[in-house]
């Protein structure tokens, strides 16, 4: 399974940015990130129904995540410096229609990762 994530940029804080990351099925997915010097953490998933999705308390109410059978994306508003990370899409195989997964461990496909570098 290859998962290609995009989007990623320098922006000023308060701006905008898409993610996308495309599968080669209907997996369950969701995003990750990691900061500079800090451990990986979730951001935001989604299941394969697109009716069930889990955000990070850091980003309710700014991050907006979306998908299709085979695309997931990420929409994030209202930016600031902490979002400085590079973004990891995951997927992962064999889950239930609306199930969610917001740990890191149950994920077994990766992408590359994308930088997001926001400035003040």
């Known amino acids: 399974v290859q998962l290609q994530a995009s989007g990623g940029g320098l922006v000023q804080s308060g701006d905008s940015l898409k993610l996308s990351c495309r599968a080669s099925?209907?997996?369950?997915m969701g995003w990750f990130r990691q900061a500079p010097g800090k451990e990986r953490e979730f951001v935001a998933a989604?299941?394969?129904?697109?009716?069930n999705l889990k955000y990070a308390d850091s980003v309710k109410g700014r991050f907006t995540i979306s998908r299709t059978r085979t695309t997931m994306y990420l929409e994030m508003n209202t930016l600031v410096p902490e979002d400085t990370a590079l973004y990891f899409c995951?997927?992962?195989?064999?889950?239930?229609?609306?199930?969610?997964?917001?740990?890191?461990?149950?994920?077994?496909?990766w992408g590359q990762g994308t930088l997001v570098t926001v400035s003040s």
């Open positions: 989604v299941s394969r129904s697109g009716r």
């Open positions: 099925n209907d997996y369950v």
């Open positions: 995951a997927a992962d195989s064999g889950a239930r229609w609306d199930e969610v997964k917001k740990e890191d461990t149950r994920y077994f496909y």
